[in-house]
């Protein structure tokens, strides 16, 4: 009833989230979907990376499920003795039970924990490291993947959320079960697949391209001036 009578003075309700623009469409509430945005400027691809460099940026977090990723690069390196992930966020909870698992599965030396990094120095990660991992449980929207498609680099993604909405398996990114054995096999394809690597690469930044601000403004823009 709160939420009713909140969303009832509203001109236009909007989301950036196809996910809840559904659940609160098939509630009888008309919703405008506008995406958020990023700075294609700014997260643009510019490539020099290591084959077999993995990446994963967020908050070291259970909802986010590092130790998945922890995880899957150990039986990725059974068969990709190169390999080596980084691993960039802030700790908020499972950051020691992760440095714990890499010390246990005596990957030291394979996996690099470098904290939180700035937004604007994310670009230079993305282009220095071959593919992008996404290990989330629940995701709204995934900024991160989107700006990670802006730079170019692969991802490999949990199937959750948002994700599955604004993303196309197997043609602008790889989604995973949320399991070690699955999201594994799913790197490895990268890996071992340059066509399917490339086709990736040129269609996730295709993909991104509706999210730069300048496109998102006007849809804001054409909502604003319809209101007034």
């Known amino acids: 009833n709160w939420v009713n009578k ?16 559904d659940f609160f469409e098939k509630l009888g509430y008309d919703v405008v979907y506008i995406p958020n945005s990023i700075d294609t400027n700014i997260f643009k691809e510019n490539r020099n990376t290591n084959k077999f460099s993995l990446l994963w940026v ?24 190169k390999a080596t992930l980084t691993m960039v966020g802030p700790d908020k909870g499972e950051l020691d039970k992760c440095k714990k698992l890499i010390q246990e599965l005596k990957l030291q030396a394979k996996i690099k924990i470098t904290g939180f990094i700035p937004n604007h120095e994310l670009p230079n990660l993305f282009n220095s490291h071959h593919v992008y991992l996404n290990t989330t449980s629940y995701e709204s929207f995934g900024v991160a993947l989107i700006e990670a498609g802006s730079c170019g680099i692969p991802a490999v993604s949990t199937n959750v959320g948002e994700i ?3 993303w196309n ?32 690469s040129i269609n996730c930044k295709k993909n991104v391209k509706k999210y730069d601000w300048d496109v998102v403004y006007n849809s804001w823009k054409k909502l604003i001036n319809k209101i007034k």
Do not use: C, G, M, W
């Open 58 to 81: 967020r908050a070291f977090e259970d909802i986010y499920n590092p130790q998945l990723a922890i995880y899957s690069f150990a039986k990725v390196l059974k068969n990709f003795s």
């Open 164 to 166: 599955p909405l604004i």
């Open 169 to 200: 398996n197997e043609k602008n990114i790889l989604l995973s079960e949320q399991t070690v054995e699955h999201f594994s096999q799913q790197i490895q394809r990268l890996l071992n697949d340059d066509n399917l690597y490339n086709t990736i």
């Open 6 to 21: 909140v969303l009832s003075r509203a001109n236009t309700i909007t989301s950036p989230s196809l996910f809840l623009k």
